[in-house]
């Protein structure tokens, strides 16, 4: 069994930044893609900044140029470096990494809350 849990969130001004961890533990053989989604409310969960074992990140056209996603991958942890935030950033974060145990599955952390506003 693994666990992800997502440190980091809070309240920020506009333009402001802020940077998000994540933390893979338990039982884990290897991490494939680590992943940070983010669901404002009323809103469906969308797929904020992806990053392959192998390093080669991906971002929504939303972030992209702004967010900066990095991991490490000797201590099984993610990052979401987020710059020139805006009140659209407005969410809850999550993180969800594909860990293998030795199968692989879909873990979630519990969720983050970042809110940017004056």
């Known amino acids: 069994q693994a666990q992800v849990v997502e440190s980091g969130g809070g309240l920020v001004q506009p333009g402001g930044s802020l940077t998000l961890s994540c933390a893979a533990s338990?039982?884990?053989?290897?991490?494939?893609?680590m992943c940070w989604y983010r669901q404002a409310p009323g809103k469906e969960r969308e797929l904020v900044a992806v990053?392959?074992?192998?390093?080669?990140?991906n971002y929504a056209d939303s972030v992209k140029g702004r967010f900066t996603i990095s991991r490490d991958n000797t201590k099984n942890t993610v990052h979401l470096q987020m710059n020139r935030l805006k009140p659209e950033d407005t969410a809850v974060y999550y993180c969800?990494?594909?860990?293998?145990?030795?199968?692989?599955?879909?873990?979630w952390g519990q969720g983050t809350q970042v809110t940017v506003s004056s």
């Open positions: 990053i392959t074992s192998g390093g080669t990140p």
């Open positions: 969800s990494a594909r860990i293998g145990t030795p199968l692989y599955h879909d873990y």
């Open positions: 338990g039982r884990i053989f290897s991490i494939n893609t």
